[in-house]
Structures are given as structure tokens and as C-alpha cells.
């Protein structure tokens, strides 16, 4: 499946933070960015996402705000 | 100011693309990794966004989804 | 590659409406809903989004707003 | 009160999950389809939300990804 | 019908601007506060949006960012 | 740092309540109207928000919904 997000950019989770309802998992993308997510930890046990997993973290380009 | 979204990705403007409302922003953040932003046009007249600016790319961690 | 969203509900395009930067396409999910997004015309154009393609709509949980 | 969102769509509380902030609400909108929906834990108290309840599962077109 | 969104901030419309595809419409909410939404253009014409009406602004609270 | 964000509405923060993952921060921005914002409890202790602070609730225009 291709998606309409214009924004996927692959990395490595290297954290994953589980709260009753929301998780937090971080994700190493390289060049020294880390893009931080939250996601219901409902998804993360389906995903079965853990450290070192390779994912895609993606964006619509809506969501993203520029600053200059 | 500092701000609370946890993806601050800076980068360089390689594009901009007016539409009558809403304008179409591409950011190199390096890596090989281009960035689209969707704003109002107006708001790119406001910040005389161009190519060439250094900029920031801010994304709240409730907006990105992760692929696995 | 599985996704983090929650929701993700298969339907036909029924109808795209392109702008210069913005795109309205319309996606017939049965039971007579009809799910309507906006995307990027660049995106319509990458994706070949056309009536009667087979496509998913995707939602995260964090954008679903109830009313009682 | 008409609301701009163009997705509206209508189904019955299945279940809710409350944590100390975050709450998720799965709501059955027919047709085999599960939306769920993350939302405030206080709203959930405001609204009395509960299994059972009919409901709207309102998404702006802007926070659609289509996937094809 | 009562919004889990936990932000509704009452205003009057004073500007629409119509794209083909998206609107821009600002809401004057009071104490000096413009309030700039973007909505598609069929929106605007279904609940014929126009200058002087009453409306109201709605915002879900995992949408706000927060700058210190 | 100039932002994109069109909607910038200086307030002051009145609660802060943090969960194991997200927070929920509630900032008065007069004339009778409270702005609510769920964030991660990580930002939360990074920019040390807490009543009383001078804040900014920033917002999107493509996640202002309109009702009428």
C-alpha cells in the first residue's frame, strides 16, 4: 500500500514508553534526529513495536508548522 | 520561545508553491530527506518564505504515525 | 507495512477535485458514508488517484472528535 | 449546530477506556467498522460517555490519509 | 449535539476567502483575537459561510501546542 | 523564531495534570475562555510548565473546525 503522506522517513525506534492509554516511542532518524511519537498503547502491543524495531515515521504534510 | 512539540527538524527551503489559500513547502533536512509542509499562503507572504531560508520544521508527536 | 493508525477503513473513489496545491477526493466506504479527504495535488498526481480505484482511509485516533 | 467537518458519521459506543488523562472510545459505525478515538479523560466525564451511547465520529478532511 | 472537543471559542465570521478547493475564514473571537481556520470551499458553501455570522471556532485540545 | 502557526493566543497557564505518558495543561486566555491542550508529560517537565506561567496556545488553521 503507497500512502498520500508526503512525509515517511524511515529510522529505528530506540524507546518505547507505555501509559495505561497512550505510549510515547521514540525513533532515531538519523543525522541525529530523534521524532518522537504518540500512539494508543493499544497499537504498540498489535505492532509489537520494541527497541531496535526498523519503522517509518509518518507525517501529512498538514500537520507540519514552520518556523524561521 | 521555546515549544512544546517534541520535532523541531531544522532544514533549508528548496521550494516554495503558491495556491490562491493554501501554499506547498519543501524543506531539505539532510540526509537526503526532503520535508513537505502544507501552510496558508498567506502565512508564506507573512514570513516572506523563499528558497534558500534555513527554517524549522515543527511536528507535534500526536500527529505521526508510525509504519512497521 | 502496517500502520500505527487505528483506523483504517477500505472504500472506492467516488470523485477527485483538483486544486493548484490542495486536492478534495471522495471515498465511498459503504453503507452510504462517504469519507471526504484533502491532500496534496502533487500527491493525487504520485498515487494516480482516480475514480473507482480500491483505497483506504486512514485516520489517527487523536483526530477523531466524538459528538453526543 | 452544522459543523464544517465533512466526516460525520454515525455509530454506538462499544467500549471506553479511561486512564488518568487519556481516554479511548471505540465506537461501531456498522458495517464491520470499529473507529476509535482518543480523547480526554475529563470529556469523557462531561459527556456521561458510555457503552451504548449513539454517537458522531467527526474527522476533518484534512486529517484523512488514503492509502492505495 | 454536545463535542467531546474541549476548546469552542464563540466569534463572528469576518473574512472568507475561497480557493477551488480550500477556504480560509477568520473569526474575530474577541479581545483583539483573530482566529484563522481552513476548511474546504464545499464547506463553506454548505453551511454558507459568509461575513457577520455567528459561529464557533473549535479546536481538540491534542491539536494546541503550547510556546513558553 | 517566527512560526507559520496562524493562530497565537497568549494566555496564562491555570492547571497543569500529569498522566504517566500525557499531560493536560489549561491556559486562561481572557475574556472568559479557558484553551485546553493535552501534551507528552516529557514537555511538560522540559519547558517546567506550571500555573501561573506566561504561555502561547498555538494552533494550526487546518485544525480549526467551524460550527454554525
Known amino acids: 500500500m ?9 529510522g529505528t525506534v530506540v524507546s518505547v514508553d ?9 525513533i532515531d532518524v538519523g543525522g ?6 504518540t500512539v494508543t498503547t493499544e497499537t504498540v502491543d498489535d505492532l509489537a513495536l520494541a527497541t531496535g524495531d526498523a519503522v517509518t515515521a509518518i ?3 498538514s500537520d507540519v508548522i514552520i518556523g524561521k
Chains 1, 2, 3, 4, 5, 6 share one sequence.
Open 32 to 37: 541525529g534526529t530523534i521524532i518522537t511519537s
Open 59 to 61: 507525517i501529512k504534510s
Open 2 to 10: 503507497k500512502l498520500s503522506a508526503r512525509n515517511q522517513i524511515k
Open 18 to 26: 507505555k501509559g495505561p492509554v497512550t505510549a510515547k516511542v521514540k
